[in-house]
């Protein structure tokens, strides 16, 4: 690892043996290292932007909006509104004089026409910069509107993802506990499932055979007055920790609903995530319910996947996603196809999501944090990679390097969460790893 910035050497560690993987993390980017993590407002919009009956306005050029133009691979059971990256525009001379008058004019405009259930305001780099009272601005036409408009702090230069994350729960706060309406027996919150593909669905079928019910989603095809009556759920089960935890914490501290990490990647934690729910109500039917669900869904699924694992066997492959408990429910996915991982990292770890995908590891694998693209490159052409999983920004890596490649962000179009999602990742990998393409590519082993 010679060629490593001197420091960014204790953010990346090589398993060498049964030790403890010791790894510097949750720190700020290195400024010149191009990481791949994104920024506040890209956080808190990713988060935010699977509310389907609500008004989005971000507040800032309009190249922040075309970012994060429908950013995610979420889909809508109904409303379409959050696919409209509205945006105020601002130019030269509202850095000058100021953007108020701006967000003022078009979040009025925008709410008589599209008539939203609620408005969410963005605050980009430049308002940070010239001051905009975007809270007064939403304040005042929450009063003439008589809907909620919600200003999301995400301003920020030195910020990244997961501050937008926090800032997204902030806002989202603000609307949980504000309906008394009753909620149902055996009523749970998804947090973090934002729908990607249509999976959100999936689990929600997973969960109705189980007798559960689903009081809000929190984000992924979420509903204003849903969220809203949050409150009355008995139990939030989190599966993007990264984003949601901060939400979950909150809940439980305001309102006393306890909440649970899950994963629904992978048989071994779909498995588990399901039943931990119905272990928490405590249900003989329902976890006798869980069970036949299960073992019905285990009998279609290993079959095909041990057809797939025959030609798969002895593959290597390179992790890297935004979210570690991702990086650990592949780890495990891989395993039960016969795919080593010789490098993994994630762009928001904690110290003991490392410890976890080191114990899971094989000696020799490589675990980084907070990666950038020469660094991927390094540690793929070193290993002898096969495949990498990653997201938009990884794409172009393994694809200079004539590496297969499997999207597992949230961008992505094709479904990977709960058993069916297993298939379509088994079935997804095999396409990519065995292409006949790469015997024309010929630069597996060039740098890039």
């Known amino acids: 690892m010679n060629d490593i910035l001197k420091d960014r050497a204790l953010q990346i560690a090589t398993r060498t043996g049964n030790e403890e993987v010791n790894i510097d993390c949750s720190k700020a980017s290195l400024a010149g290292s191009v990481s791949q993590r994104a920024c506040v407002f890209c956080g808190s919009r990713v988060v935010l932007f699977p509310i389907v009956d609500a008004l989005h306005l971000i507040h800032g050029p309009v190249g922040c909006a ?38 003022y004019t078009t979040l009025t405009s925008l709410i008589d026409k599209h008539n939203p259930k609620a408005a969410f305001v963005y605050s980009t780099c430049i308002v940070g910069v010239i001051g905009d009272d975007v809270e007064a601005i939403c304040r005042k036409v929450e009063k003439e509107k008589h809907i909620p408009v919600i200003p999301v702090n995400s301003a920020g230069f030195k910020g990244s993802k997961k501050d937008g994350y926090k800032a997204a729960c902030d806002a989202l706060a603000q609307l949980i506990g504000t309906s008394d309406e009753p909620a149902p027996e055996f009523s749970i919150n998804i947090l973090g499932d934002f729908n990607l593909a249509g999976e959100l669905w999936l689990l929600e079928e997973y969960y109705r055979k189980m007798g559960v019910n689903i009081l809000a989603r929190i984000t992924g095809d979420g509903r204003i007055d ?12 989190v599966q993007c920790a990264g984003s949601m935890i901060h939400l979950a914490k909150d809940m439980e501290e305001k309102y006393g609903i306890p909440f649970k990490r899950v994963s629904y990647f992978g048989v071994e934690d779909m498995s588990q995530a399901l039943y931990e729910v119905a272990e928490f109500f405590g249900s003989s039917h329902m976890m006798e319910k869980t069970r036949e669900l299960v073992s019905e869904e285990l009998s279609k699924l290993l079959p095909v996947l041990e057809k797939y694992r025959e030609r798969l066997e002895g593959k290597k492959a390179v992790i890297y996603v935004g979210g570690a408990f991702k990086a650990v429910s592949l780890i495990k996915a891989l395993r039960l196809l016969g795919i080593q991982t010789v490098v993994v990292g994630s762009q928001t770890g904690k110290k003991e999501d490392y410890e976890i995908m080191g114990r899971l590891c094989d000696p020799g694998t490589i675990l980084v944090d907070d990666s950038n693209p020469l660094e991927l490159a390094k540690f793929a052409r070193e ?15 393994a694809f200079k390097m004539g590496l297969g490649f499997c999207d597992h962000n949230h961008e992505r179009k094709e479904a990977l969460a709960g058993y069916v999602g297993m298939e379509n990742f088994a079935r997804e990998l095999y396409a990519s790893v065995l292409s006949p393409v790469w015997q024309f590519a010929g630069m597996k082993e060039k740098a890039l």
């Not at 030269?92 to 008058?101: R, T």
Request: aromatic fraction near 8%; avoid cysteine; glycine fraction near 10%.
């Open 66 to 103: 075309v970012y994060t133009w429908d950013i995610r691979g979420t889909v809508s059971s109904g409303p379409e509104l959050h696919r409209q990256s509205f945006s105020t525009d601002l130019r030269e001379k509202h850095v000058i004089f100021g953007g108020e008058k701006k967000l």
């Open 226 to 237: 849903d969220i809203r009556k949050a409150h009355k759920a008995q139990l939030n089960v």
């Open 383 to 397: 290993t002898g990679a096969d495949i990498f999983i990653g997201g938009v920004k990884e794409r172009p890596i």
